[in-house]
């Protein structure tokens, strides 16, 4: 992935836990203060520097420890050091990043993320390391009991940054997958998060390329947008880069959560002759999938003559307008009425409307213009209008109770 595309002029990032919202940052050279002191900041960090996090908006109560002198036969190299409360132990870091609630450490010595509640860091300082060391005990990675650790994942042309105004929509999309409530044991959870995963990035593609096949509706800062996500090759060949996604293991660094409902809490109508087949938070980074009432969810890329989708075999429904659908919310648009004409957005599934049409691109360009910070991952509120329902009928009758799709023909 990274040499194909380096040819383009794309660059590949790791994605670390620097969320948008990132309040400080560290490097061995420096630490960024965005916010949480009384102005922004950047700070030089000199040799054996340790700071107390508790009072780091005050300079003078930063330490100066030499570090001992040993005979390095590797490299010495400059390189963070981060103690945990309750620990003696200074784990070796290439940067870490604290926001309002976690920190987010890139371990050194292992190509892995730690992540963790804010609380939980006690110092950082800045220290040579000798890279004999490297199984001796300075690489020692002792985290806190409640943090959560995963490999460190790379991308093509994958980060943070919010073209728009709309700040739900970045160049990157990484989520983390919520259950709630029991699985069936039959459920296939690993495989469910992976076709998630593809119809996620399958549905920003959906959404990039209905405003690039829809180039009258456009503002001249989404027109810019799309165009600097299209990699144009000398022979005049084009391609569209949508935003990349990537599956977390930790929910800590995540833009998005996805629940797959299994029917905990009230999130999904219980009312005959309903079936909904998923929520999202209206401006927010949360969604939830009714498998309750669902046998499955699959990702189906097949569209008939007429460009549509199919909504579902025999077994199970097609994720993608779904997630398609439920990622409009999630930027913000709310339904399209019926009334209005067919449109992915409006409140009820239908084979017409299974990708966006000219009603849904005017609602989309319109919410990306508009300046939207949203709900923070996680956050399930979710306004009365915005679940998707099923076709009429895919519904039972009446005088059953609430059947699972695949028994409904
Ligand atoms: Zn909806």
Redo the contacts with the bound molecule.
């Keep these: 992935m990274l040499g194909a595309t380096a040819t383009c002029g794309v660059h590949a990032q790791a994605l670390s836990g620097a969320m948008p919202s990132g309040m400080m940052v560290f490097t061995p050279e420096e630490v960024r203060i965005e916010a949480g002191c009384s102005s922004p900041r950047v700070e030089r960090l000199a040799d054996g520097v340790v700071i107390p996090i508790a009072t780091i908006c005050d300079p003078s109560t930063w330490k100066t420890v030499s570090s001992p002198t040993v005979a390095c036969k590797g490299r010495t190299i400059d390189v963070l050091g981060v103690r945990f409360r309750g620990s003696e132990v200074i784990v070796v870091a290439e940067s870490l990043t604290l926001t309002e609630r976690y920190f987010h450490v890139r371990l050194l010595t292992s190509l892995e993320d730690a992540h963790g509640p804010l609380a939980q860091v006690d110092e950082v300082s800045r220290i040579h390391w000798c890279t004999d060391e490297a199984s001796a005990t300075t690489a020692q990675v002792v985290l806190p009991p409640d943090s959560c650790r995963e490999a460190r994942q790379f991308a093509a042309a994958f980060d943070y940054r919010t073209p728009l105004s709309n700040r739900i929509l970045t160049n990157g999309f990484s989520f983390y997958v919520r259950m709630a409530g029991e699985p069936p044991a039959h459920f296939d959870v690993p495989g469910a998060s992976d076709d998630l995963r593809s119809s996620f990035g399958t549905a920003l593609t959906i959404w990039m390329s209905a405003l690039q096949d829809n180039d009258d509706l456009l503002t001249p800062a989404v027109r810019a947008f799309v165009a600097g996500r299209t990699y144009k090759s000398t022979g005049g060949y084009s391609m569209l880069l949508p935003p990349q996604v990537v599956r977390l293991s930790c929910p800590h660094a995540a833009t998005f959560i996805v629940e797959f409902n299994f029917g905990a809490g009230d999130t999904f109508p219980t009312t005959l002759g309903t079936l909904m087949l998923a929520r999202?938070r209206l401006e927010g980074r949360t969604i939830a999938l009714n498998l309750r009432d669902v046998d499955c969810f699959r990702n189906m890329l097949r569209f008939d003559n007429s460009k549509r989708l199919a909504l579902r075999d025999d077994r199970c429904v097609n994720l993608l307008p779904v997630l398609t659908?439920?990622l409009g919310?999630a930027f913000g648009m709310d339904?399209i009425p019926e009334s209005a004409g067919t449109a992915l957005?409006n409140?009820q599934l239908s084979e017409r409307g299974t990708v966006p049409t000219r009603l849904d691109v005017a609602a989309f360009v319109a919410t990306l213009a508009r300046s939207i910070t949203g709900a923070a991952p996680g956050a399930l509120e979710f306004r009365a209008s915005?679940?998707?329902l099923a076709p009429k009928d895919w519904v039972p009758s009446p005088s059953r109770s609430l059947g699972r799709v695949s028994a409904l023909k």
């Design positions: 999202a659908h439920e919310h339904h957005m409140s915005e679940g998707l």
